[in-house]
C-alpha cells in the first residue's frame, strides 16, 4: 500500500501524533485540519500548525456508498482490532477532537503513509533540512 521505506501509520503511531503536536487527541484536529475550502464547516479556527493538512475524504461503506466527503477525515491505522474490523482514526469538521474507533475492514478510509525510521537514519542528509518538529512526525 505505501512505498518502500514508508508505512501505514500503527494505533500507537497515532496515539503520539498529537504529544508531537504538544496537545491532546481532545484538541488535535484544531492543529491538523486544512484551512480552506474543503470542509463544509467553518474552519476559520483551524490552524493547520502541525502540517498535517488534514482534508475530508469521507468514507467508502462496506455498501460502497460513500458518506461524508467535505465532513470528516478517517485514516486507516496498521492495527487490527478483531478479525473483521481494524481501528481508525477520525476528525471531524465541527470539532476538535482526533479519536480511534474501529471499522469493518470492508470499508474504504484514507491512508497517511508515514516514514520508516530506518530511512530517515539511513538517509540524514535529505532531512537535515527539515525543522526538528517536522522530522519528529516523520518518524512517529
Not at 483551524?46 to 465532513?71: E, I, M, V
Not at 465541527?94 to 478510509?109: E, H, M
Request: glycine fraction near 8%; include cysteine; proline fraction near 3%.
Amino acid at each position: 500500500l505505501c512505498p518502500a521505506g514508508w508505512h501505514v501509520a500503527s494505533h500507537t503511531e497515532w496515539l503520539e501524533l498529537p504529544e508531537n503536536m504538544e496537545t491532546t487527541a481532545g484538541f488535535a484536529g484544531h492543529f491538523m485540519r486544512e484551512q480552506g475550502i474543503h470542509w463544509i464547516q467553518n474552519t476559520a479556527c483551524s490552524s493547520n500548525s502541525s502540517g498535517f493538512t488534514a482534508l475530508p475524504g469521507g468514507c467508502r461503506t462496506s455498501k460502497d456508498n460513500f458518506d461524508g466527503q467535505r465532513d470528516y477525515a478517517y485514516f486507516w491505522s496498521s492495527t487490527q482490532y478483531n478479525a473483521s474490523n481494524a481501528i481508525f482514526w477520525q476528525l471531524y469538521g465541527n470539532s476538535d477532537q482526533f479519536s480511534a474507533d474501529n471499522i469493518g475492514k470492508s470499508s474504504g478510509l484514507s491512508v497517511r503513509c508515514i516514514k520508516d525510521e530506518a530511512v530517515v537514519k539511513e538517509n540524514p542528509t535529505f532531512f537535515a533540512g527539515l525543522t526538528e518538529q517536522y522530522t519528529e512526525l516523520l518518524v512517529s
